[in-house]
């Protein structure tokens, strides 16, 4: 079996559930294996519209399981939930050849995921530098396909499992940058074992990342309900960096009109000057990069992660062990207004490439910062449920910090 997004996850979905003896290999490129989680409720927070797009445009009448009406009628995830999500480590004899990248705000995680948790050795995964729906069609990864097929589904000796890298790694340069776009460079696992998390502390008072936390409590607002409005917090390398793996943040924050609020936070790399850059989906691009279709399918910005507040209890314990937040979001408790509570925000994986003097912004907003997947789902105000100011708040007890994976 092969195919992208829906086919991909019906793969993982069939390879994860039933075996079969004609069942030779599987090539999921680009799923997701939750459908809460990574689509539409994730970090808690509905967002069914790209769902209701679809249903609405490729499924007949009463013909497709209304999974975007059923968030609003089960918010937290329950057994009809737990029924939806694909399990990948029960993935343990069929080989399997993956592909990932980071301009999906669909399937990235997923993807990701299927590959640390499948349980067979036979794997591999392709990270590629471009959009999902322009890497499937390029001749030479067609070519590559077959040959994983013929080894597998015909026997021929073509030296697939010798010659092919376990992971062919890919991590982004953005557009007007001296930084190199490092294309599908061979490593032995993802995330690579060389990886180091470096955490960044949050100040309020310059709008930085810094290396050590300051005695000096302060703190930024923006308004929650709004398409433009953020806190940005910047820094700067020194040297050569490159990040690759699953970065996240903890955040003191309160709102001090409401008793819940939803939280995104986004990575944007940065030129030399300070300006904000941009990722082409593919190359050669047929337009300037100036004259690219503000949407993901063309352009990636950076990635995201996404908290309910209220749904901080959800947190899993062995969250803090593990040194990832990862939440079951089957419980929420309301939060006093204006109490400041920590909150730990998972963003979603990222391989970037930064020269000397390129910086990184993390941004915080009330408000899905990605570009619309189409131009038919842009928003013309805000949908959201905040309500009031959000306020960060940094130094001295309240440590907001920023982590980010190093290789």
């Known amino acids: 079996m092969m195919g992208n997004s829906w086919l991909a996850i019906s793969q993982i979905n069939f390879?994860?559930?039933?075996?079969?003896?004609?069942?030779?290999?599987?090539?999921?490129w680009e799923a997701l294996t939750d459908p809460y989680d990574h689509s539409l409720c994730r970090g808690g927070v509905p967002s069914a519209h790209f769902f209701q797009m679809i249903i609405s445009g490729f499924a007949g009448g009463n013909k497709a399981e209304d999974l975007g009406s059923m968030i609003t009628k089960r918010p937290l995830f329950d057994e009809f939930w737990e029924s939806k999500r694909i399990s990948p480590e029960r993935i343990r004899d069929v080989p399997m050849y993956l592909t990932a990248s980071y301009s999906t705000g669909l399937h990235c995680e997923g993807s990701f995921e299927t590959f640390e948790r499948a349980q067979m050795q036979r794997k591999w995964l392709r990270v590629h530098n471009t959009q999902e729906w322009h890497d499937i069609y390029k001749p030479e990864v067609l070519d590559d396909l077959q040959r994983f097929y013929d080894f597998y589904a015909k026997g021929i000796q073509n030296g697939w499992e010798t010659d092919t890298p376990r992971v062919r790694l890919s991590l982004l340069g953005y557009e007007n940058?001296?930084?190199?776009?490092?294309?599908?460079?061979?490593?032995?696992?993802?995330?690579?074992?060389?990886?180091t998390m470096r955490k960044y502390y949050l100040d309020a008072s310059t709008r930085s990342l810094t290396t050590s936390n300051l005695e000096n409590v302060s703190s930024i607002s923006h308004e929650g309900h709004s398409l433009t409005a953020s806190s940005d917090f910047t820094i700067h390398f020194t040297e050569y960096?490159?990040?690759?793996?699953?970065?996240?943040a903890k955040l003191y924050m309160s709102c001090p009109s409401h008793t819940d609020f939803d939280v995104r936070i986004q990575l944007r790399k940065l030129s030399s000057t300070g300006q904000l850059l941009e990722s082409l989906n593919w190359s050669p691009m047929?337009?300037?990069?100036?004259?690219?279709?503000?949407?993901?399918?063309a352009k990636h910005l950076g990635q995201q992660g996404m908290l309910r507040a209220s749904h901080h209890v959800s947190l899993l314990p062995e969250s803090e062990k593990n040194g990832f937040p990862r939440y079951d979001h089957k419980s929420r408790q309301d939060i006093?207004?204006?109490?400041?509570?920590p909150l730990l925000i998972p963003i979603w994986p990222i391989g970037m490439v930064f020269e000397a003097g390129e910086g990184l912004m993390l941004r915080i907003s009330g408000h899905d910062m990605s570009l619309p997947e189409v131009e038919m789902m842009r928003l013309q105000e805000p949908v959201d449920e905040n309500i009031g100011l959000q306020v960060v708040h940094t130094g001295g007890e309240y440590a907001s910090f920023l982590v980010v994976p190093v290789i």
């Open 15 to 28: 390879a994860s559930r039933f075996t079969h003896p004609n069942l030779k290999a599987i090539a999921p």
């Open 177 to 195: 940058s001296p930084a190199r776009t490092v294309v599908e460079r061979p490593e032995e696992e993802w995330p690579p074992a060389r990886q």
């Open 241 to 248: 960096t490159e990040l690759c793996g699953r970065p996240y």
């Open 286 to 297: 047929p337009k300037l990069a100036p004259e690219v279709p503000d949407v993901n399918v």
């Open 336 to 341: 006093p207004a204006g109490t400041v509570i």
